[in-house]
């Protein structure tokens, strides 16, 4: 879109294997904030013309989302949420228990379980894609617009000199391969963006926590919807291929690594059990970590930081993927122009010097 070709993206590891390829591919936009709505909004708009757009199948799969509540509380704050969704276009709206049962039968609806079913907010375009075929349609139609991928390449420092006056401006990257010359570098490297941003000289408000994940062997479709449960802290739906898809919250302590654990799996299977209680003699197939860098308002930081021509993308925490198509575009365009776009600009790093918290931990503090 803005003609420029001299781009060099570099991945310490292979594309797609960070966690563009350990998340549960799970799309919504039936977020809390104004901000978080249209921002959401704009990206589930991108991922519904993104086969088109890579000319490959991202297996894009409308589903429709199901945020339950199990307590009165829970319940206002579905109404709110669907208030806020309606009042930009959304399509959310508050099912109370009978109604749910009706739209979803398979779950467990008996009072006699620690968190009785009593409503869900609906979100009808609530999907699910592939994420490795959204990494890979990126990356070739990227390299088909002349940009340079650099795969095992490792960012090991900057190349920061003296700006106008007292501040700083980036002209290069450091790599276990070499220098690479540079007018403008933008940071996106999820979990590790604190280790990176250390190495430019500036702090982000933020915090790497594991996030592990886990799918079933193949079963019949039994599972058409999205399910999710703050309560439970549980989540599931089922792909294409029959898999049950299973997460949770994040992992309770701070760690750089991508190893799984048994208690996870423990805890997750105890809650699976009490929504859907069928389920007890199916298999699990394998499971995983990733990453996450979490903000203190579980929202992300986009945009300008202390060091002239040096941007992050950063603070994903465990709603990154459903970001991608809109996250990229507005990035490109700052890039381009130099303007941060308005999409983007309520997620700057300065929010928190202000004290302009965005606030979205009602809709995004469960891990998906």
Known sequence: DHGITNVAVLDKGYIGGG???????IIRSNYLTPEGVKFYDESVTLYKDLANDFDMNIMYSERGHYTLAHTDSAIRTMRWRAEV???FGIESELVLRDELMRMVPQLNYSDEVRYPIMGALYHAPGAIA???????????GAAMRSVHIHQNTEVHGFEITKANGSGQR????KTNRGT???GKVIQCVAGMSGVVSDMAGFKLPLKTIPLQACVSQPQKPFLDAIVVSGSLHVYVSQSSRGELVMGGSTDPYGVYMTRSSLDFKEGLMMHMLELLPFIGEVKLLRQWAGMTDMTPDFA????????????????WGTWGFKATPVCGKRNAEMLATGKVPDTIAPFALQRFHDFK?????GAASVGH
């Open 180 to 182: 690479i010359k540079a």
């Open 170 to 173: 980036v002209t290069g990257v």
């Open 130 to 140: 592939r994420h490795d075929a959204v990494a890979w349609g990126y990356a070739a």
């Open 357 to 361: 918290l965005v606030g979205e931990k």
């Open 85 to 87: 969704n309606k009042h």
């Open 19 to 25: 966690n563009t390829g350990r998340n549960t591919a």
């Open 300 to 315: 992300p930081i986009m945009g300008e930081t202390p060091i002239d021509n040096y941007y992050v993308d950063a603070g």
